[in-house]
C-alpha cells in the first residue's frame, strides 16, 4: 500500500513538473534531446512579454560545431501567418562554449504606431511571436529557417489594439491641404477595382479598306486571383465567345482576308482566326494542344451591302459558327481531333488586317468577347440607325451607279438623253390604261429614278455630246461633279451662309463615284454645322465612308477624331493608329514621288500674320528676280537655293522640275557645293528631269562625300547596295552617314538588321532595326516612322513596350507632312490670294478636319471674314480643335486664352474660365510666345496662381513674391523680343522701377531724401516762375536808372520835388523808381532762390543716385 502511495505521488508529481514546464516555455528548448544529452542547445534567458520596440532579447546558447543562430519576430493578420517583421542572424564557430547573446528588437512602425499621416500602411495583428532557432552549419547546406532547424524555441507576445498604440512622432510638417485630404480619405475601404470577363473589343464602327490595317488589342491577366486562376485553367480547356458584326462591300480580293486573328509573341498565328475567303466563306483556324494547327471552313456565302452578326462558340476541342443576317441564323459545328489551346494574353488580337494579312473591304460593327464564354450573346448592332443609315447610303449609291451606268449606255447607243427615252419603262397606272397585250418594255430605270436624281440629269444632260462621244465616262464624272459642287456650295444671300440642297446632292454624288474629298467635305458640313444643321449621324456616315474608299484625308480625318474624342467619335487610340497607320503608309508610298505637280511642300503660312504673307515669292516678284540675277552671274549658292525653290515648289514658287535640273546641274559642276552635287547626282541616279546616268552619278558622289556631305554617305551605301549588290561597303557607308546623323542611313541600316543581310551580323534583328527606325523619326523620316509606329502599337518586341498614344503621335506628325495635303494648302492660299474666300475656305475646311492646325487656324480666320459671314461657333471650332493637337501654334493659344479671359467677366463660373485662360497664356508662353508672357503677367498681377509647368521654365520658385515672379517672366519676354522698346521691356522697366522705389522707402534716412526730394520738386516748381520774373524786372530797373543818370545838376532839386509828389500821389514814376522791393532785398531774394535751387538738386541727385543704385 505504501508502496502504492508512492507511486501515486511520484506520477502526480511528474504531471505537475510536466505542467510547470509547459507553462513556463521561456526555459525549455524544443529538441529532441534534453540538455544534459546533447552538446547543442538554444533557450531564452530573458524576452519582452509584450510587442515593444527596443525591448530586449537574451538568448543562451551552445553548439556542438560551427553553427547559424537567429532571433526573429513574427506576426499574423487575417490574410498571412508568419510575416516576418524582424530577424537578425548571427553564427558562432565555438564549439561546446555555454553562451548568452544580446539582440534588441528594431520593429517596424505598421506594427507598433497608429494609422495616422505619417504611418498610412499599419498591420492589424491578430498575434505576434518572438523566437529563435540553432542550425548547424555543413558545406552543402543551403540557407536555415525557423522550421528546417534541430533546436527551436518561441515565445507569444501580447499584442497592444490599434487604438492604444502610440501615435509616431512627426518627421515633417505636412501642408494643410495634404492634412485635410487625408482626413477626407482615412476612413476609406480599399476595394479592388471592378474586372469583368466581357470586354468590348469595338464599340464605336470601324471602317476596313481591305488592305493590311487593323485594330490592335492585348487583354491583360486578371487582377483578381480567383478570375486569373480559372483563365489560366481554361487555357488548354478553353471555353470563350466572340460576336463580330461586319458589312461586306466586296468578298476578300484574295485567297484570305482578316476579320479577326491572334498574333503571338513569336509572331505566329495563335487560337484563333477568323477569315474570310474570296467566295465569301468564313473559315475557323485553331491552334490545339498538339501543337499543330487546324482549321474549318462553313461552306456559306456571306452577303453583300447586308448587316452580318458572326458568333464564335469554342468549347474545349468544339467550335460553334452562327451567322445571322436578315433575321436568318444558319449554324455551323466543327470538332477539333484535341483540345484547343487557347492564351489571350501571349501576343495580340487585330481586328480586320495587318502587316501578315489583309483585312476585310467593308466597315466592322460592335465586338463583343467573352472571356469565360456565354450561352447568351448580348451583343445588339449598335449605334443602330447609324449603321442603318450608312447601309441605306450604300444602297442609295448602287442605285445612282445603276441609273447613270444604263443612262451612258442609252446615250451612247441612241444619241439621245431625256425623260421619256425608251429605255424609261412608264407608271404602272400609265400602263393599265393601255391594251391588254401590248409588249412591256424591259425597265432600264424607273420613271421617278430622273426625278429622284434630277441634279445628277440635268449635269448630264449638259455634258451629253461629252458622253455620247465617248471622252467622259462615269469614272471620269466625279472631278467635275465635284468642283460644281464646290463652286456652289457657298451661295452667299443677305444674312447667313447656307448651303443649297443642289450642292448637297452633287457632293453625295461624287461620294458615290468614288470621289471621297466630297465624303469629307459632307462629313465636315454634317459635323461642324457648316451652312447646315449639326448631324452627327450623317458626319459619323460620311466620316465611314471616306475612310473606306482609302482617301489620305478622310483617314486622317477619322484618325484625329478618334485621338481626340471630339465630334461624337469615341476617344480610342488604338482605332486612331490603325487608320494613321495607313495614311502614314501611303505617305511613305508619296514621298517616292514627291516631284510630282501634285504634291507640295506644306507651307506654314497663317493668313492671321502679315508677315507670312509678305513673305512669300512667286516668279515675278523681286526676290525671286534677284535670285535668278544672282544665279545667272554664276553664285553656287543662289543656283541651288533657285534649284531647290523649282523642285519643290517652296515659298509659292510653281513646280518647274526642268527648270530645277539645270540650276542644280549648274551649281554642282562649280565642284564647290557638295550639297549640290548630291542633288544632282541622285536626279542622274534616279533619271529624274535628266537622262539616267549611274556611272556619273556615282563619281559626284564620291566627290561630295570626300567634301564632306552626310547625304553623299547614304547616297553610296545605296549605291553599292542597289546597283552594286555590295552589301558590305553599303552597311559601310549607311554606318558612317548614321554615326553624323543621316536619318536614311538610319532607316537602310535598319532594313539591314530586319532582313539579316547585315554581313557583320547576318542575322535577323528586331530590336537593333527597331533603335535605328526609332532615332530616324525623330528627324521625320516617314518610312521609319511607319515602321517604329507598329512596335510601339503592338508591343510585340521584347523590350519595348506598348506605347499607342506615341505611335499615333508620330505617325499624325508624318502624315502632316503629305505632299497631296500641302498641294491642297497650297491651293486654298492661292485662292485666298486670289480674293476668292469660298474655295479658300472650304479646301482649309478639307485640311483642317484632318488635324493639321495650320489649317484649323486658318479656317477659323476665315470665319471671321465679313464676306463669308459664317457663324460665331465656326470660328470657335477650329480654334479650339487646333489647341488639341500635340504642339499648337502659339496663335491658337492666344486666341483661345482671350476667349476665356473675356468670357470670364460675363459669364458665370468665371474662376473655371480665367484658369482654362491662364492654362492657354501659360502653353503659349511654354511655345515661346512673348504675347503669352505678358498676358500671364498681367493675369499674375491680378492674384491668379499659374500652373507649376511655368515655374520651371521661368526659374519660379514658391518662395518667390508676387514682384519677383513678374520680373522674371518679363525679363524672359524681353529676351524673346527682337525689338528694343517692346511691351515687356517697358512692363519690365515699371515693375523693377517699383521694386527700387519700395527699396528705397524701407529704410527711415532713405525715406526721409524721399520726402526731401518730393520737397525739392515742390521748390523747384515755386522758385524757378519767381526766378524768371525776377530776371524779367532786371532790365526795366535799369533802363530806369539809366535815365536818371542823364538828368543835368541844375534840375536836380526839381526832380526830387517832382519824384515826392509824385510819390506822394502815387504816380508812375513812384511806382518805376521803388519796383517791388529795395535793392538790396531783391539781391536778397535772388540770393535765397539759387540756395533753394542749389539745395534741391543736390537732394535730388542724391535721392536719384540711390534710386538708380537699388535699380541696378
Known amino acids: 500500500m505504501q508502496k502504492k502511495m508512492n507511486v501515486l505521488r511520484t506520477v502526480i508529481f511528474g504531471y505537475v513538473f510536466t505542467a510547470v514546464l509547459m507553462g513556463e516555455c521561456v526555459l525549455q528548448a524544443i529538441s529532441p534531446k534534453s540538455e544534459g544529452l546533447s552538446d547543442s542547445f538554444i533557450g531564452f534567458d530573458s524576452a519582452p512579454d509584450k510587442v515593444v520596440d527596443g525591448s530586449v532579447v537574451r538568448v543562451r546558447y551552445q553548439c556542438h560545431g560551427p553553427c547559424q543562430l537567429a532571433v526573429e519576430v513574427v506576426v499574423s493578420t487575417l490574410r498571412k501567418t508568419d510575416l516576418v517583421v524582424f530577424r537578425r542572424k548571427w553564427n ?121 490595317f487593323g485594330v490592335v488589342r492585348r487583354f491583360q491577366p486578371f487582377i483578381d486571383g480567383a478570375l486569373e486562376r480559372a483563365r489560366l485553367h481554361a487555357v488548354t480547356q478553353p471555353s470563350v465567345t466572340l460576336s463580330v458584326w461586319i458589312y461586306l462591300l466586296k468578298w476578300c480580293h484574295r485567297k484570305l482576308c482578316g476579320i479577326i486573328h491572334h498574333v503571338d509573341r513569336k509572331n505566329l498565328y495563335d487560337s484563333v482566326l477568323m477569315q474570310l475567303t474570296d467566295t465569301g466563306s468564313v473559315i475557323i483556324q485553331a491552334h490545339v494542344t498538339t501543337r499543330e494547327d487546324e482549321a474549318f471552313q462553313a461552306s456559306v456565302a456571306l452577303p453583300l451591302w447586308k448587316w452580318i452578326r458572326l458568333d464564335c462558340y469554342i468549347q474545349d476541342s468544339k467550335v460553334l459558327l452562327d451567322a445571322t443576317w436578315d433575321d436568318e441564323t444558319r449554324r455551323y459545328v466543327y470538332k477539333f481531333k484535341g483540345s484547343i489551346y487557347y492564351d489571350d494574353t501571349d501576343g495580340y488580337f487585330v481586328v480586320g488586317g495587318s502587316k501578315y494579312m489583309p483585312g476585310i473591304r467593308g466597315y466592322f460593327g460592335p465586338i463583343k468577347y467573352y472571356r469565360f464564354g456565354t450561352e447568351e450573346i448580348k451583343n445588339p448592332l449598335h449605334p443602330k440607325t447609324t449603321l442603318q443609315e450608312l447601309d441605306k447610303t450604300h444602297r442609295e449609291c448602287q442605285e445612282i451607279k445603276a441609273f447613270t451606268k444604263a443612262l451612258l449606255k442609252e446615250v451612247t447607243e441612241s444619241h ?84 443649297t440642297s443642289k450642292s448637297m446632292s452633287l457632293l453625295q454624288v461624287c461620294s458615290c463615284f468614288g470621289n471621297h474629298k466630297a465624303s469629307l467635305l459632307l462629313a465636315s458640313i454634317h459635323l461642324g454645322g457648316l451652312g447646315h444643321s449639326v448631324d452627327q449621324q450623317q458626319g459619323h456616315v460620311y466620316s465611314l465612308i471616306g475612310a473606306s474608299g482609302d482617301n489620305r484625308f478622310a483617314l486622317m480625318h477619322s484618325g484625329y477624331k478618334h485621338a481626340q474624342g471630339i465630334d461624337g467619335f469615341l476617344k480610342d487610340l488604338d482605332v486612331a493608329y490603325s487608320y494613321y497607320s495607313n495614311a502614314g503608309t501611303q505617305s511613305s508610298i508619296d514621298s517616292s514621288s514627291f516631284h510630282e505637280n501634285k504634291q507640295y511642300m506644306p507651307d506654314h503660312i497663317y493668313l492671321s500674320n502679315q508677315e507670312d504673307l509678305n513673305s512669300l515669292t512667286h516668279e515675278t516678284s523681286d526676290v525671286f528676280q534677284y535670285l535668278k540675277l544672282q544665279a545667272e552671274r554664276g553664285d553656287a549658292g543662289a543656283q541651288r537655293h533657285l534649284g531647290t525653290m523649282l523642285y519643290w515648289g517652296r515659298n509659292g514658287v510653281s513646280k518647274d522640275i526642268v527648270s530645277a535640273v ?71 557607308y549607311f554606318e558612317q552617314a548614321a554615326l553624323n546623323g543621316s536619318e536614311d ?40 516612322s511607319v515602321e517604329a509606329a507598329w512596335y510601339l502599337s503592338t508591343g510585340s518586341l521584347e523590350g519595348v513596350s506598348q506605347d499607342v498614344e506615341r505611335a499615333v503621335i508620330i505617325l499624325k506628325k508624318v502624315c502632316e507632312q503629305n505632299g497631296h495635303l500641302g498641294f491642297m494648302i497650297r491651293e486654298a492660299l492661292q485662292a485666298y490670294l486670289r480674293g476668292s474666300w469660298q474655295e479658300a475656305f472650304v479646301k482649309y475646311v478639307l485640311a483642317a478636319e484632318t488635324g493639321l492646325g495650320l489649317a484649323q487656324s486658318n479656317a477659323a480666320h476665315l470665319c471671321e471674314v465679313h464676306e463669308l459671314n459664317l457663324s460665331y461657333d465656326c470660328q470657335w471650332r477650329y480654334h479650339n480643335y487646333s489647341i488639341l493637337n500635340y504642339d499648337p501654334h502659339p496663335s491658337a493659344l492666344l486666341k483661345m486664352g482671350d476667349y476665356f479671359y473675356y ?59 508676387e514682384d519677383t515672379v513678374v520680373e522674371k517672366i518679363l525679363t524672359r519676354c524681353a529676351e524673346t523680343e527682337h525689338e528694343e522698346a517692346t511691351p515687356c521691356s517697358l512692363a519690365l522697366l515699371g515693375v523693377q522701377m517699383g521694386k527700387a ?116
Open 745 to 784: 542611313g538610319m532607316f537602310n541600316l535598319g532594313l539591314y538588321h530586319l532582313s539579316g543581310k547585315n554581313p557583320h551580323d547576318p542575322r535577323r534583328n528586331e530590336t537593333a532595326a527597331f533603335q535605328h527606325f526609332l532615332n530616324a523619326s525623330r528627324s521625320g523620316h516617314v518610312a521609319a
Open 92 to 212: 558562432s564557430s565555438a564549439p561546446r562554449v555555454y553562451r548568452i547573446h544580446q539582440v534588441q528588437l528594431r520593429l517596424p512602425p505598421s506594427i507598433i504606431y497608429q494609422h495616422d499621416f505619417f504611418n498610412r500602411n499599419i498591420l492589424e495583428a491578430e498575434s505576434a511571436t518572438v523566437r529563435a532557432w540553432l542550425h548547424r552549419l555543413k558545406n552543402d547546406s543551403g540557407p536555415a529557417t525557423y522550421h528546417d532547424s534541430m533546436w527551436r524555441i518561441y515565445k507569444v507576445l501580447q499584442i497592444m489594439p490599434l487604438s492604444d498604440r502610440p501615435t509616431k512622432p512627426p518627421t515633417a510638417c505636412p501642408s494643410w491641404s495634404a492634412q485635410l485630404m487625408w482626413q477626407m480619405t482615412r476612413d476609406g475601404i480599399s476595394q479592388c477595382p471592378h474586372e469583368s470577363d466581357i470586354i468590348d473589343v469595338l464599340k464605336f464602327p470601324l471602317a476596313s479598306t481591305g488592305e493590311r
Open 416 to 499: 439621245l438623253l431625256s425623260t421619256i427615252s425608251k429605255g424609261v419603262c412608264t407608271p404602272h397606272f400609265m400602263r393599265l390604261r393601255r391594251q391588254f397585250g401590248e409588249k412591256i418594255c424591259t425597265e432600264t430605270w424607273t420613271w421617278e429614278t430622273p426625278r429622284k436624281h434630277s441634279t445628277l440629269f440635268r449635269l448630264l444632260q449638259r455634258k451629253a455630246e461629252e458622253l455620247r462621244t465617248g471622252s467622259l465616262g462615269m469614272e471620269d464624272l466625279r472631278t467635275p461633279l465635284f468642283k460644281e459642287a464646290v463652286d456652289t456650295v457657298f451661295p452667299v444671300d443677305q444674312m447667313q451662309i447656307k448651303i
Open 662 to 732: 539645270k540650276w542644280f546641274e549648274r551649281s554642282a559642276m562649280q565642284m564647290k557645293d557638295p550639297s549640290a552635287m548630291y542633288d544632282y547626282s541622285i536626279l542622274l541616279i534616279k533619271g529624274q528631269g535628266v537622262k539616267r546616268n549611274y556611272t556619273r552619278g556615282f563619281q559626284l558622289l564620291e566627290k561630295a562625300a570626300a567634301m564632306g556631305s552626310i547625304n553623299a554617305l547614304n547616297g553610296l551605301g545605296w549605291y553599292h547596295g542597289i546597283i552594286l549588290n555590295d552589301h558590305k561597303n553599303a552597311v559601310k
Open 997 to 1112: 522705389l519700395r527699396r528705397v522707402t524701407q529704410n527711415s534716412a532713405q525715406l526721409l531724401l524721399a520726402y526731401a526730394s518730393l520737397l525739392s520738386v515742390c521748390v523747384l516748381i515755386v522758385i524757378v516762375p519767381f526766378q524768371s520774373c525776377l530776371e524779367q524786372r532786371l532790365p526795366v530797373r535799369g533802363a530806369v536808372e539809366l535815365r536818371v543818370r542823364r538828368t543835368s545838376p541844375v534840375s536836380q532839386n526839381s526832380v526830387n520835388l517832382n519824384r515826392e509828389q509824385d510819390g506822394i500821389m502815387g504816380g508812375p514814376n513812384g511806382a518805376a523808381g521803388n519796383l517791388w522791393f529795395p535793392i538790396d532785398g531783391e539781391q536778397w531774394l535772388r540770393q535765397a532762390s539759387d540756395l533753394a535751387v542749389t539745395l534741391s538738386g543736390v537732394c535730388l541727385c542724391a535721392f536719384w543716385t540711390t534710386f538708380l543704385y537699388h535699380l541696378l
Open 903 to 961: 468670357s470670364s467677366s460675363t459669364r458665370e463660373g468665371s474662376l473655371s474660365l480665367a484658369g482654362q485662360a491662364v492654362s492657354m497664356y501659360s502653353r503659349a508662353a511654354l511655345a515661346g510666345s512673348p504675347q503669352g508672357m505678358y498676358n500671364l503677367v498681367v493675369l499674375a498681377q491680378q492674384g491668379h496662381v499659374l500652373p507649376p509647368s511655368v515655374h520651371g521654365l521661368f526659374n519660379v520658385s514658391h518662395h518667390d513674391d
